[in-house]
């Protein structure tokens, strides 16, 4: 039998993607990190300690991108799991129970 090549997944692809969610927050404490250090940088070079609270609020928000794009990243990984039988029940109803025989 022949194997189609589109359905191919890669031996370690979950691995690789729990790898990708671990460097998420590896990446938001560089950015931080960095943001401090251009501000730091700045605020030796102009005299102004402004410049280190923008460099501060820079690092947030480059970790703040981060985080955005990797929730736009897993939202369009799993947006097809609603016609998936096996998720349909729930995409349809939500999370609640479907027999209520606890409310006896």
């Known amino acids: 039998m022949k194997e189609n090549n589109n359905d191919f997944t890669p031996k370690h692809r979950g691995k690789l993607e729990a790898l990708d969610n671990l460097s998420l927050g590896l990446s938001m404490v560089a950015a931080v ?19 280190l609270w923008l460099g501060l609020f820079w690092g ?3 970790a703040i991108l981060n985080i955005f794009k990797a929730y736009k990243r897993a939202q ?11 998720y349909a029940h729930r995409a349809k109803h939500g999370d609640k129970a479907t027999d209520d025989k606890d409310e006896d």
Not at 35 to 41: A, M, P, V
Not at 76 to 86: A, M
């Open 33 to 51: 990190a960095i943001g401090f250090g251009i501000g730091y940088g700045l605020r030796e070079l102009t005299g102004y300690s402004w410049t």
């Open 60 to 62: 947030v928000a480059a």
């Open 76 to 86: 369009k990984q799993y947006e097809g799991l609603e016609n998936d039988p096996r």
